[in-house]
């Protein structure tokens, strides 16, 4: 499985980014797939995940009424629409997959990343 992250970049705190991970090696879904980031000097950290069931999604409290993740199966892609960014939501962005963190499942793959700044 090959995750492909896009649509980071800089923006002012208060503005919207929608970032985008492309999926491909086997056939799509986007249950069991999520969002994470890494601040610098910091641990990455769980941001939203769609549970193995595609029946709950889970939100981290940072992020939570801010954060929407989406799928589209025929795009073979989620997203992750960030709404009222704040200057410590600056990290790298990771999209990863079959992973559920409702039930401690890791997640065996990952993106490459890609970066989110956002100023004040």
């Known amino acids: 499985v090959q995750l492909v992250e896009s649509g980071g970049g800089l923006v002012q705190a208060g503005e919207s980014l929608r970032l985008s991970c492309a999926a491909s090696?086997?056939?799509?879904?986007?249950?069991?797939m999520g969002w994470f980031r890494q601040a610098p000097g910091k641990e990455r950290e769980f941001v939203v995940g769609i549970s193995w069931s595609g029946d709950t999604t889970y939100y981290a409290d940072s992020v939570k009424g801010r954060f929407t993740m989406s799928g589209d199966n025929a795009k073979n892609s989620v997203y992750l629409q960030m709404n009222s960014l704040k200057p410590e939501d600056t990290a790298v962005y990771y999209c990863?997959?079959?992973?559920?963190?409702?039930?401690?499942?890791?997640?065996?793959?990952w993106g490459q990343g890609t970066q989110v700044t956002v100023s004040s």
């Open positions: 990863a997959a079959d992973g559920d963190y409702g039930l401690g499942k890791p997640y065996d793959y």
């Open positions: 090696g086997r056939t799509f879904s986007s249950n069991a």
